[in-house]
């Protein structure tokens, strides 16, 4: 059974860094779409990084770009969002996601979280000032 499970939140200064993990054991899908989101207070869950496993080519929204770096280790089946220059509006809990079956290709956007079938629990990112 696929299952992502996230790890290495935690609480930071503004401008600091952190790294998220997220172990997707049981994932096979070689042309398919992961992904980070995040959901801060009161907001919609949102779309931080996506990555295509067929080319591991990534896409970043804008808020992130150039802050955030998303990559994978294909032998473990794990993948990283390496998080720098974080700020505030960065605190949210942050998911990782796997589609599973993707008909579409390279890049990974746009997309829809209902094409995401598999899900993490989630981790805590929190950004002092």
């Known amino acids: 059974q696929v299952q992502p499970v996230e790890s290495g939140g935690g609480s930071v200064q503004a401008g600091g860094s952190l790294r998220l993990s997220c172990v997707v054991s049981g994932y096979t899908y070689s042309h398919s779409c992961v992904g980070w989101f995040r959901q801060a207070p009161g907001m919609e869950r949102e779309g931080v990084a996506t990555?295509?496993?067929?080319?591991?080519?990534?896409f970043y929204a804008d808020s992130v770009k150039g802050r955030f770096t998303f990559s994978r280790d294909n032998g473990k089946n794990i993948l990283y969002i390496q998080m720098n220059s974080l700020k505030p509006e960065d605190t949210a809990v942050y998911y990782c996601?796997?589609?599973?079956?993707?008909?579409?290709?390279?890049?990974?956007?746009?997309?829809?979280?209902?094409?995401?079938?598999?899900w993490g629990q989630g981790t805590q990112v929190t950004v002092s000032s």
């Open positions: 990555l295509y496993t067929g080319d591991g080519r990534t």
């Open positions: 996601a796997a589609s599973g079956s993707y008909v579409g290709s390279s890049p990974c956007w746009p997309i829809s979280q209902k094409d995401f079938a598999y």
